[in-house]
């Protein structure tokens, strides 16, 4: 690669794509779906601007109760 960056991330769900849960693809699906439609309304500094319905919902089950 020249001139550029390379990321490697490795998230705790396996190897391959469909080892992902199927609600977390649907957030995740959700979620840029919804950051892409309203992506012109806003400028970048204000980005972003808001989270679907739903979104949290589809999370919950995965995340840890916080005291």
């Known amino acids: ?3 550029g960056v390379e990321v490697d991330f490795t998230a705790g769900h396996g190897e ?3 080892d992902v849960p199927d609600l977390l693809r649907r957030a995740i ?4 779906a ?3 439609e309203f992506r012109a309304s806003y400028g970048a ?3 972003p601007v808001s989270l679907p319905e739903g ?3 589809l999370l919950g089950a995965y995340k840890t ?3």
């Open 45 to 47: 500094a204000h980005q």
């Open 1 to 3: 690669m020249l001139n």
């Open 16 to 18: 391959a794509g469909t």
């Open 55 to 57: 979104y949290r919902r």
């Open 29 to 32: 699906l959700l979620l840029v």
């Open 65 to 67: 109760p916080r005291l």
């Open 34 to 36: 919804h950051w892409f």
